[in-house]
């Protein structure tokens, strides 16, 4: 008996060394650390809220002056054309951005919920690239742009339906700093 | 004897509380299994509840968890106990006229041992309801914390002696789950036995993981995790929490599909521009294969048996399809799926005959099955039905569906006959994918 719950604790102690295993080069996410995403702490990743109008740490005259005009497009169904009503959003985006050399964004694509989870990867990503390739045709440095596809991971709204998939078919153009 | 009680508390309460603190945490989506539906004729059994060693066996009730496995596969009706006139526990002690009387087909009859040494020793007999004979006998070596899977494993024994197929009980299935919100949601990757039971987390996230496969031996998980705001693709011990980012590069890094020795990763790639293709990465190695190179979509890839093909889906032809090309010489691509406008997302049974995708009737995505050049049969009836994953005995397929707006887990047999719905008592559930047979 005593034998047995010596032998239980080490084996739990050794398990639970093995899980904290500072061997691997990263550590394995627990439900106490926030996933291994934050390199620094002042990164989005942990929590960003994946609307532009935030942007990153919402501090700084560009992200400010973003919160003032909505980067989002909007798509149809099953499509990557950026639609006419739109035209002026990537274009107004695109004087902001390319205005001032040191200014990064991160274009996310998403889909609505429907159909196959990475296949929609695909889909968000082409909405992405379209989005970019308007904003290179308008004069930004690709250096200033990093492109996600999010696919139908990360809705802006919850819920089936015309209304909610219509709004989650976007590119959010979010700002790094 | 009291002063050993004692002792083993104490070694519980401590052992505990380093759980608590160190491990990976129990996960919070508890999965319940509803049965749905089952075969219309119902083989009927009698599992007689089994001597019991109090408290070495942790105060489980290994007949009840075999009873609620044969239940739950739709194809047996059991005995209620409260109906049992005796509970015999061996063969000997068993009237078999009367188990035969009350409609019985099978009867199951066991005893859990404590021989010592904190083992347990399950011993059971099978026997026919109609002439007494016993079917087969099995005994299991356990501990108290592997005794539960011991008990799935007299199911699979049971299961295998009446329907003549390998039951898949005591296996496991990964799964995610989502908490709260657009845009505040937080993803675990749960790994819990093929009854829910037992769910851990294997990795957290605030932002999304996706796509779960395992590896062949069961030992690893490969996934995509956006932790940076980028894809990716790692793969982890289940066992020691152990991690690897295996792709990292630049754009789209998904799908990850293990080849069936295990030594290569099928996954997809965007690089820079955008194009999602499908290539080969050796784990040893890290060297890369380019498979598909077009400007459709390709992605999805989904290994033969014999490790020879993989199947995926492109929209090359304008909408998603199937398409199938052997490794060794990529360039020769086959389409597989017809008849609907949009099919994808394929996985391979494990003996290599069946194909199951999502296919869309109408406005629903549903799950269908064919054999890998015959035609489709839908076998479920949601609107959002997706990511079909096979039993590692080819019988059923896990899925993700929705129910009442929340994401749920469901599971269809093969033929159609028997249904269930897996749902979280917190969040929704989505992405299952069922383990293999555990290596002895």
Redesign the interface.
Known sequence: ??????S??LA??L???????G???????????????A?GSGQ????????ATTGATGEGGVAAAAQAETGIIYFDF?SSEIRPEFVDVVASQARRIRGNASVRV?LEGHTD???????N???G??R??SV?RALLLQGVAEAQLA?????E????????GEEAWAKNRRVEIVYLN | MYQ?MM??L??LL??TA??G?????VARAELQIDITQGVSDPIAIAVVPFARAVPADGGLDVAAVVQRDLESSGRFRAMARGSMLAQPTRTADVQISDWRAAGNDYVVVGRVLATG??ELQIECELLNALNGQQLGSRRYTATAATLRNAAHQLSDFVYEQIIGTRGAFATRIAYISVDG?????RF?LIVADADGENPR?V??????I??PAWSPDGQWLAYV???????AV?V?QV???????VSART??N??PAWSPDGQTLAL?L?GS??N?DIYLLELATQKLTRITADDA?D??PAWSRDGRELYF?S?RAG??QIYRLEVAAPQRVQRVSFGAA?N??PRISPDGRLLAY?T?EGAA?RIAVQETAGSARVLTRG??D??PSFAPNGMTLIYAG?QG?QGTLATVSIDGQVTQRLKSDQGEVR?PVWGPFATP
């Open positions: 008996m005593r034998h047995h719950a010596i239980t604790l739990i102690g398990l639970a060394l093995a899980g904290c295993a061997k691997s080069a990263v550590k394995p996410a627990t439900d106490n650390a926030p996933a291994a995403s390199v989005t990743s942990g929590d960003a809220s994946g609307t099953d991160r919920e429907r159909g196959s989870r990475e296949y990867i695909g889909l990503e082409r992405a690239q970019r492109t996600v596809s999010y696919g991971e990360r809705p802006a709204v919850a819920g089936s | 050993a002792r083993r104490t070694g401590v052992a380093l759980a603190a160190l491990l990976p945490g040494n904190a919100q657009p845009p505040a949601q675990q987390i990795l957290a996230s605030r932002l999304p996706m796509s995790s956006f932790e940076n705001n980028v894809s790692y982890q066992r020691s929490g152990e991690r690897r980012r754009g789209v998904g799908a997809t965007s521009g955008g999602l979509i992605t999805e889906t929209d909408g998603p949009y994808a997302r999502v869309r995505y609107s959002l997706e990511s929705r707006g992405e």
